[in-house]
């Protein structure tokens, strides 16, 4: 069975913290891991990650994966209150033709105090 | 365009009602999908589309029916629902070997 595994499942941060999200899989038919931001509605992307390595960068958040170790970490510097949102990692499976399934972790929750 | 559309954008209906639910997008996306969303839960897949033909169907309860009129709209058609389908169900769709787009997600109340 595919697994997607976030850690922490919540964290309490002060504003101008630094985080570290954390995302472990076990899946088959592996194409890509991606990040998204859900506040209360429907999840905003962040990015996506093939290639083992290689840094995304966007403003503050930053992401890689590591396929040799399954996991990949979601960083977020100099945190603000409007980074408080639940935070969902989930790998892109190849299911041939173009037809990709998402397996979600259960999330981060992360909760930024001013 | 780069969106995935839904509507409506909030729905309530009752357990003897018949109503749609609306996905459309423009990117010439050949894999469009419905999830399902409960409260503080991770999306769940419901049903995949390729090429406009149903390719997945974990395993979803009859009384939702997915349809593909075209490469560009997906409905989910709803039918004697009970009030724990109430729930954010969102539209997405994705080229090859590319990541998704999400819609906005319809939130379905069910009384």
């Known amino acids: 069975e595919d697994k997607v595994v976030q850690s922490p499942l919540s964290l309490v941060v002060h504003e101008g913290d630094t985080v570290t999200l954390n995302c472990s899989y076990e899946?088959?038919?592996?194409?890509?891991l991606l990040w998204y931001k859900q506040e209360k509605k429907a999840p905003t992307f962040l990015f996506m990650l093939?290639?083992?390595?290689i840094e995304k960068k966007s403003g503050r958040l930053s992401s890689i994966l590591d396929k040799k170790e399954l996991f990949s970490i979601l960083n977020i510097t100099a945190t603000q209150t409007g980074d408080s949102a639940v935070y969902l990692c989930?790998?892109?499976?190849?299911?041939?033709?173009?037809?990709?399934?998402?397996?979600f972790g259960k999330g981060t929750l992360l909760t930024v105090n001013p | 365009d780069t969106e995935v559309t839904q509507t409506p954008k909030h729905l309530v209906m009752g357990m003897t009602n018949k109503k749609s639910l609306k996905c459309e997008q423009h990117?010439?996306?050949?894999?469009m999908y419905w999830y399902k969303q409960k409260a503080k839960k991770p999306p769940e897949l419901m049903f995949v589309?390729?090429?406009?033909?149903?390719?997945i169907n974990e395993s979803v309860p009859s009384r939702f029916s997915p349809e593909c009129p075209n490469s560009s709209l997906l409905n989910l058609h709803l039918h004697a629902l009970q009030p724990e389908d109430s729930a954010l169900y969102l539209c997405?769709?994705?080229?090859?070997?590319?990541?998704?787009?999400f819609g906005s997600g319809t939130r379905l109340t069910v009384v």
């Open positions: 989930a790998v892109l499976l190849g299911g041939g033709g173009s037809n990709y399934k998402l397996t």
């Open positions: 997405a769709s994705s080229p090859d070997r590319a990541g998704y787009t």
């Open positions: 093939t290639s083992s390595g």
């Open positions: 990117m010439g996306h050949r894999a």
């Open positions: 899946v088959t038919n592996f194409r890509s």
């Open positions: 589309y390729s090429y406009e033909k149903l390719s």
